[in-house]
């Protein structure tokens, strides 16, 4: 049996802490479901296909990953609606600190009274990407500071010709 799980999130952009995410659940599960969000309420840097773009390049040109393991897709659904087209019950989430653990815990918690079916499961980034987050990374390279520990070539392009 196939094992599909669902990893939402905005990626805007993608880092090497999602990046582990994704590696990490390539051991886990036999295809991975990356949602790009595309909910309205957000002010986000890079359109949903943008954002889409920029992980599709990341993850299929610099980092040549399994394009049949993964499927990149917009969604601005509930990710329990996302689980429910793609016939999964596993939530991903990355969680870097003990900070982020009480919004995420949260919010598996309100999935799981949507659909009870549904399981979240928390992996953590390697160390040393642990303190990476999208919202510092555009910070640095809008300061015109090097990101090139934070995220791959093609998405250090995406943003330094956003930022030009």
């Known amino acids: 049996m196939n094992k599909t799980a669902i990893y939402p999130g905005?990626?805007?952009p993608i880092t090497y802490g999602h990046i582990d995410v994704i590696k990490k659940s390539l051991k886990l599960f036999d295809k991975i479901v990356v949602g790009v969000s595309d909910e309205g309420n957000k002010n986000y840097l890079f359109s949903s296909e943008e954002r889409i773009e920029i992980v599709n390049k990341a993850l299929f040109?610099?980092?040549?990953?399994?394009?049949?393991?993964i499927k990149v897709v917009s969604f601005g659904s509930l990710t329990t609606?996302?689980?429910?087209?793609?016939?999964?019950?596993?939530?991903?989430?990355?969680l870097r600190a003990v900070?982020?653990?009480?919004?995420?815990?949260?919010?598996?918690?309100?999935?799981?009274?949507?659909?009870?079916?549904i399981e979240t499961i928390f992996l953590m980034?390697?160390?040393?990407?642990?303190?990476?987050?999208?919202r510092f990374v555009k910070e640095i390279v809008k300061l015109k500071g090097n990101?090139?520990?934070?995220?791959?070539?093609?998405?250090i392009k995406s943003l330094k010709e956003k930022y030009e």
């Open 147 to 155: 990101i090139k520990k934070f995220t791959t070539k093609s998405t």
């Open 61 to 69: 040109n610099d980092l040549k990953l399994n394009k049949k393991k």
């Open 99 to 117: 900070s982020d653990f009480e919004y995420e815990f949260q919010l598996a918690g309100m999935n799981r009274k949507l659909n009870q079916n």
């Open 10 to 12: 905005t990626f805007d």
């Open 81 to 94: 609606d996302l689980c429910k087209k793609y016939k999964s019950n596993i939530i991903l989430r990355g």
């Open 125 to 134: 980034s390697d160390l040393e990407n642990q303190i990476i987050s999208s």
